[in-house]
């Protein structure tokens, strides 16, 4: 998944290319103290401001027409606590170069999403996640932040430091301030040894919960119009370190997973009736292999083919059912789907907004190739999710509201309260918010 977002002729666009805007302004501040003045001057002239990271997020959370923040020059880490094993980054960091940082000194964060093309701001602030038994989403590794608030002031929360906003701004939509850095919880670099292997979606879903049980991270991909999955389980492991080789993984990885996949999308979107067949293809593609590597380059794998992307977070208990459902709507649709689907899981966390907010959460990812219709798989696809009472995650394609919201998150209100106190003019507010959170 490469990098990033583009502005022409004043319009910025997110990488999926399905969200665009035109700020009146935009600024790169290179300090902190900068971008306090540059939200200080916005509410004078009464625009709204938004910050901005890679445009990883394929809603319009990050679009404004007012004041677009591109935090690229408030990047780098600022320090490592070893004793507290901490180490605090400025916000507008990529994730990759947090992560290569980190090994450089013998360090990695517990848990990764599958990219790390993201500012460490934006990853955290949509909810961004991995796969893990006990280890929680990336926002869910933060001990401290920083962020600018809508009178300019800079305010600094942890659990014994303005604990009600460091509940809510560890996932904060960009709604409660602007964060110009965050303190992770790190731990001395480990292995992880990953096992990949192609299973029957039917045995995945027989076994799912022993697969989830036995292993520390556990995903999986269904190819639709097939009964098959690619199966990930990663482990913590002794050694000896064996990464993947450098001329299998460029096939694997580079050549067959983005260089084929992407001409198979190419040619799936012109000529639709080929969909199932490239499908079984794709799902017998790749064989079973297994590898060990420090963390980071074993949770995340380049993303190049570019797509839109709707998932939502089931309580775990009911991610069969969610499955079964939705093969069985895409069997009877006629629908086309290139892409496969996403299984991950994560234990319940204390965030307020998390899509794991108070429950162990199973999530499930459907894509479409850039460029093909995707409104009519989606909209079925969340029927299925929605009825079992779904959480879609706030960087990624729905049509959910603030009343929908108000009865999925049962702390829903506290959070639209504390934005009430921290911006009540609505400075960082855009249309993504108010639909999502109310006026």
Request: charged share 25%; proline share 5%; with cysteine.
């Amino acid at each position: 998944m490469g990098s990033t977002t583009s502005t022409r002729n004043g319009t910025w666009r997110n990488w999926g290319g399905n969200v665009g805007a035109r700020p009146a302004r935009e600024v790169t501040p290179a300090s902190v103290e900068e971008l306090a003045a540059a939200v200080r001057r916005a509410a004078e002239d009464g625009l709204r401001v938004k910050a901005v990271g890679t445009g990883h997020s394929f809603t319009s959370i990050a679009a404004t027409d007012g004041v677009m923040i591109r935090p690229d020059l408030l990047t780098g880490i600022r320090g490592i606590d070893r004793d507290a094993m901490t180490v605090t980054v400025e916000a507008g960091t990529p994730l990759k170069r947090l992560n290569v940082a980190l090994a450089r000194e013998g360090l990695s964060l517990t848990n990764m999403g599958d990219i790390m093309e993201q500012t460490v701001s934006g990853a955290t602030s949509t909810g961004t996640h991995g796969t893990g038994r006990e280890s929680a989403s990336i926002a869910a590794q933060i001990k401290g932040l920083e962020l600018v608030t809508a009178d300019g002031s800079v305010l600094t929360c942890s659990e014994k430091e303005n604990p009600e906003v460091f509940a809510a701004a560890r996932i904060g939509l960009g709604a409660l301030g602007i964060v110009t850095a965050i303190t992770f919880a790190v731990e001395p670099v480990f292995l992880l040894t990953a096992r990949e292997e192609p299973m029957a979606f039917e045995r995945v879903l027989a076994e799912f919960d022993r697969l989830w049980a036995e292993n520390e991270h556990f995903e999986f991909y269904w190819f639709p119009h097939t009964g098959n999955t690619n199966t990930k389980r990663n482990n913590r492991s002794a050694g000896p370190e064996e990464p993947v080789g450098r001329l299998s993984g460029w096939f694997e990885d580079e050549f067959l997973s983005n260089g084929v996949f992407q001409v198979a999308n190419w040619v799936g979107r012109a000529v639709p009736a080929t969909i199932p067949v490239i499908a079984r293809i794709s799902s017998r593609a790749l064989s079973a292999r297994t590898y060990t590597d420090i963390p980071y380059k074993v949770f995340t794998s380049p993303r190049r083919v570019r797509f839109v992307e709707m998932e939502y977070a089931v309580p775990r208990a009911a991610l069969v059912d969610t499955l079964r459902e939705l093969k069985a709507m895409v069997d009877r649709s006629g629908l086309r789907v290139s892409f496969p689907v996403e299984v991950r899981t994560a234990p319940a966390d204390d965030i307020t907004l998390s899509t794991a907010s108070g429950r162990d959460s199973a999530y499930v990812a459907v894509h479409m190739f850039r460029g093909t219709p995707y409104q009519r798989y989606f909209t079925a696809a969340e029927r299925v999710f929605t009825a079992h009472g779904g959480r879609p995650h706030w960087g990624k394609l729905h049509t959910r509201d603030a009343a929908y919201f108000a009865g999925v998150y049962p702390r829903f209100a506290e959070f639209t309260a504390l934005r009430d106190r921290l911006d009540p003019q609505r400075l960082f507010q855009n249309d993504y918010l108010r639909r999502v959170l109310g006026a």
